[in-house]
């Protein structure tokens, strides 16, 4: 499986952008996902997951009530809608499997968001 992550830019706080992350291969739908960050300097960090075929969807705290993860296993895609951006919210964002080590899937060249103050 290839993931390619789309969708990202430079917006200032308070902006939205709606990240894409389109995979290949036939089992993608019956997998969990999940959207990851990496900040400058700071390690990798789960963001948002969602379970397989229209089960539950999970958020790190500090995103929680403005980032929305939803995927359409039709296109083999999930989806970050990201509402209320915070300049703190800018980093590289990946999407994988549920776990990050060791990782479902290799890494994807990720998309890059950055919010201004």
């Known amino acids: 499986v290839q993931l390619v992550e789309s969708g990202g830019g430079s917006v200032q706080a308070g902006g939205s952008l709606r990240l894409s992350c389109a995979a290949s291969g036939s089992s993608f739908s019956i997998k969990a996902m999940a959207w990851y960050r990496q900040a400058p300097g700071r390690q990798r960090e789960l963001v948002a997951s969602?379970?397989?075929?229209?089960?539950?969807?999970g958020y790190a705290a500090s995103v929680k009530g403005r980032f929305t993860i939803s995927r359409d296993d039709a296109k083999n895609t999930i989806y970050l809608q990201m509402n209320s951006l915070k300049p703190e919210d800018t980093a590289v964002y990946y999407c994988?499997?549920?776990?990050?080590?060791?990782?479902?899937?290799?890494w994807g060249q990720g998309t890059q968001v950055t919010v201004s103050s």
């Open positions: 994988n499997g549920p776990n990050m080590n060791p990782a479902l899937y290799s």
């Open positions: 969602i379970a397989s075929k229209g089960g539950g969807t």
